[in-house]
């Protein structure tokens, strides 16, 4: 079984300051990539940031946001500075990772956690 547990969302003020955190628990034997995706409503589920062997930003974000982990904690952080209500959606975290050496690579996700930015 593997978990990933998100914290950190919540209501903020356009222009303010959100910083998200996902930790992944449970019978991990590695990770390569962790990230973050958000969904708002009617619109489909897109990529936020990611942080494997290289660190990716939508467009949107880029400049603003900032993707961080702590292998050791298994944990991935989302900064988010000079949000704005475009931002407003459910943010879900993500981990690529295996449970054991003849085991596949999965994606696993978190259960979400809403941002909302408005005044």
């Known amino acids: 079984q593997v978990h990933l547990v998100e914290s950190g969302g919540g209501l903020v003020l356009p222009g303010g300051s959100l910083r998200l955190s996902c930790a992944a628990s449970g019978s991990i034997f590695s990770i390569n990539a962790m990230g973050w995706y958000r969904q708002a409503p009617g619109k489909e589920r897109e990529l936020v940031a990611t942080?494997?062997?290289?660190?990716n930003y939508a467009d949107s974000v880029k400049g603003r946001f900032t993707i961080s982990r702590d292998n050791a904690k298994n944990t991935v952080y989302l900064q988010m500075d000079s949000l704005k209500p475009e931002d407003t959606a459910v943010y879900y975290c993500?981990?690529?990772?295996?449970?054991?050496?003849?085991?596949?690579?999965?994606?696993?996700w978190g259960q979400g956690t809403q941002v909302t930015v408005s005044s």
């Open positions: 993500y981990a690529d990772l295996t449970t054991g050496w003849t085991q596949p690579w999965l994606d696993y």
């Open positions: 942080s494997g062997g290289s660190t």
